[in-house]
């Protein structure tokens, strides 16, 4: 379930040919997606490997986990603007398959239900994407959140909203709200993989090996389920017991 790889390149690597071996598996896989810094290693190096193998894109379909209240999909600091910086332009995906919260939805409370109901009548998520944050979200499922919710608006956290002020310019404000999915449907896809890089992430990757399941570290619901990675770089497990790190540093085979 955890596993230690020498840094960021290498688990950009690994799940990487993962995706691809599972788009190839099937072509109209239904993917959640995630963004944020950790992601941007994995997307580059799934692009590279894309084209060169020609895979074809265009049968599936995509869900991302969030999305800013307020920000329209053309603002540059929006989750569709990342996407499209590094996924979706590089290559020939169908746009009506990719799917994402709108920002600026007039009733957001309806459209947080209807975003939901549009992944379960895909059957959820076959192969789910996520990052960490420093307080254990995933998503934009704060500490605290309920494990059955589903998709929904929440207030940021101070911390969180720290965290991604490094994403703005100076001086401007991290959006106060965001849509996300839910602790529900994030853990109903079949299969997930989290990722977590670099030293900021590793005092709660140590928090996390020593907690039992808690609502007060969201990520701690991936240990009771039945087919989730948490893979993570040396930086980010610094702060686990030397015996663990010894005993997880092998890297999966694939298939
Ligand atoms: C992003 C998301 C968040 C991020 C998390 C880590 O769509 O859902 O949970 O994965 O905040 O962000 P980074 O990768 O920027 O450290």
Known sequence: MLQIFPDAAVIAEYVSELLIQKIGDNPEITLGLATGGTMEPLYARFVAKARARRLDVSGLCS??????VGLS????????????????????????????PDGLAPDLDAHSREYSERLL?????????????TNGHIGFNEPGTPFDSRCHVVRLSERTRLDNSRFFEPGVIVPASAITLGMAEITRAREIVLIATGPAKAPIIAEWFRRDVTEEIPFTVLKRHPRAQILVDEAAASLLPPEVRASMMEIPALG
């Open 63 to 68: 869900f991302n986990l969030d999305e800013y």
């Open 73 to 100: 999909p053309d603002h540059p600091k929006s989750y569709a603007a990342y996407m499209r910086e590094h996924l979706f332009r590089h290559l020939a995906f169908d746009p009506a398959r990719l799917h994402l």
């Open 121 to 133: 009548q895909m059957g959820g998520a076959e192969f789910q994407l996520l990052g960490v944050g």
